[in-house]
């Protein structure tokens, strides 16, 4: 071999070591994508003509969506059309249930609100669409703090003589507004002054909700005094028993006192104040 052949034999040598480290890395390089995004590795084209492609950006693999990671589909929950209206709850042990109606108040609401975190109970709200969409951010505090807020619907009419067009429309109106204020829509509703129709139960269990009365009134509504207020409450303890009180629709003063002497009372005596759970068919 002649000295000058030395360079050139040298210099083609190096071209096809790195021409071999290429393809070696093309290769390695596939194989981690393979099992990234699940792809074919892609061999890089030889040469012009129909059959060649050239190997997409790498920025093109981050962009395929990676499939088959979802939750399973959940199966559509169904609402039992029912005759009357629940008057009682079902729980372990003494388990009662406070519900205030015809809220949210910023006047006395809060209040109510303050005295059940105090004790750590919880309760239900059943919200009058009207005074709930200036009020949002009571809703808000209600759902954060864990109690349910449900549907009374928007004006508070007696259903008994509504159409079922203007039934529909009082619940979905308030269903709308809860939902926007707390993140879901309500799963209970109520029917102002308990007045019920077959339309209601439909309608009701057609928006997802469940109807819930009450076993106990306070009769607060009446303004009748702090110790008769409490008196009621007292008398009418049991387990499953729920309690009816109101936290707007007039002065509300005596409801939000009576709380803070019954609730405590109730808990001293063993009663668990919480909230139901839905049971789906």
Not at 95 to 116: A, C, E, Q, S
Not at 163 to 178: A, G, L, N
């Amino acid at each position: 071999m002649k000295k000058d052949q030395l360079p050139s034999r040298l210099l083609t040598r190096r071209r096809a070591l790195l021409a071999g480290a290429g393809a070696v890395g093309a290769v390695a390089t596939g194989g981690v994508l393979t099992a990234v995004t699940g792809d074919e590795p892609v061999t890089p084209a030889t040469a012009a003509g129909p059959q060649a492609r050239r190997p997409p950006k790498s920025s093109a693999y981050r962009l395929q969506p990676i499939t088959g990671y979802g939750p399973p589909r959940a199966v559509p929950r169904r609402t039992l059309v029912r005759r009357e209206p629940l008057l009682r709850v079902s729980g372990r042990g003494r388990t009662m249930v406070l519900t205030f109606d015809d809220g949210p108040d910023p006047r006395y609401t809060p209040d109510i609100l303050d005295t059940l975190a105090e004790y750590d109970a919880r309760a239900m709200f059943f919200v009058c669409g009207e005074m709930a969409v200036g009020n949002k951010k009571l809703l808000a505090r209600m759902a954060d703090e864990g109690h349910v807020v449900g549907n009374h619907t928007w004006s508070h009419p007696l259903l008994t003589r509504l159409t079922r067009r203007q039934i529909r429309s009082e619940m979905e109106r308030t269903c709308d507004v809860i939902e926007d204020a707390c993140g879901e829509r309500p799963e209970w509703f109520r029917a102002p002054y308990g007045a019920w129709n077959r339309a209601a139960f439909q309608l009701g269990a057609e928006l997802g909700m469940e109807p819930l009365a009450w076993t106990v009134d306070t009769l607060d509504w009446t303004t009748p005094g702090i110790r008769s207020i409490t008196k009621r409450v007292e008398r009418g303890a049991a387990p499953g028993v729920v309690v009816l009180s109101h936290d707007a629709g007039g002065d509300r003063s005596q409801s939000v006192r009576a709380l803070r002497r019954y609730l405590p009372e109730l808990l001293d005596s063993g009663y668990h104040v919480t909230v139901p759970r839905r049971h789906y068919a």
